[in-house]
């Protein structure tokens, strides 16, 4: 019989998109439950405050490394750097991502389709990439990813073509690495949250499109339920995976959208 829990204490766990929204609440959430937490993002001064931040909440060092997940140069020597300093990873939280322009898609120039494409999706790939190289390679094998998928991923919102595009291609790309990395004891899952408190939902409470046309607000959850899931999910035993979990603000327009 196996584990019912892993023993997490001093794993390494990264988090794509940590120093802010719901990847700072995962991190701080992992680096409490004893894992040893690397955030990583764009902003070096954002990244140095949140791990200086959760660090004194946590009792427990939170590191940061600066990294565009959307370009390969930058993720490899993202992942360059965690093999040199801390010699393995057993958890990779891909959660870094940002949403297009609110604007009919005939008006989203290519340069915002790319960039969407960039964080959201090739930045997932690329990230799995380099966590399955190292995955494979490090004794004992085997380790853990969890993607950010969002509600986009099964059910679009108006105005959304290259989010949603994205967030349906993650899904895909979810169960191909659950598939792929079954031999090697990698397991991985995917969150799909729906109106999780952030940067990117604050716009919510002035009304967004509904799928009939009309202007509504939404309600949002704390960031912190998102955190519990990820942490649940990472604290099963390599032999056990969430798939996909949803979860999402009750009374959002979500169930039945359309």
């Avoid at 023993?7 to 988090?15: E, Y």
């Avoid at 899952?189 to 509504?216: F, H, R, Y």
Wanted: net charge negative; proline share 5%.
């Amino acid at each position: 019989m196996s584990e019912k829990t892993f023993d997490v204490k001093g794993r390494i766990a990264l988090v794509t998109g940590g120093g802010t929204g719901v990847g700072k609440a995962v991190s701080r959430d992992l680096s409490a439950a004893g894992w040893r937490v690397i955030i990583t993002g764009r902003r070096e001064a954002v990244l140095e405050k949140t791990a200086a931040e959760l660090s004194s909440e946590t009792g427990n060092e939170v590191s940061w490394i600066a990294a565009d997940v959307g370009d390969p140069k930058s993720v490899e020597a993202l992942f360059n750097q965690l093999e040199e300093r801390f010699s393995r990873l057993d958890l990779l939280v891909n959660n870094a991502g940002i949403s297009n322009s609110p604007v009919p898609l005939e008006e989203i120039t290519y340069a915002e389709w790319s960039a969407v494409v960039a964080a959201n999706l090739s930045g997932v790939f690329l990230c799995t990439q380099g966590a399955f190289r190292l995955m494979k390679a490090q004794s004992p094998q085997g380790g853990r990813i969890v993607n950010n998928g969002s509600i986009s991923a099964t059910t679009p919102r108006p105005f959304s073509a290259p989010y949603t595009a994205t967030k349906h291609a993650v899904a895909g790309l979810t169960k191909s690495s659950a598939l792929d990395g079954r031999p090697f004891n990698i397991a991985c899952g995917q969150i799909d949250i729906g109106n999780a408190a952030s940067e990117m939902t604050a716009k919510m409470s002035g009304g967004v499109p509904q799928a009939n046309g009309e202007l509504m607000s939404e309600p949002t959850i704390d960031p912190g339920h998102i955190a519990q899931a990820v942490v649940y999910m990472a604290s099963l035993p390599l032999d056990a995976n969430v798939l996909t979990m949803t979860v999402m603000a009750t009374a959002m327009p979500f169930v039945g959208r359309g």
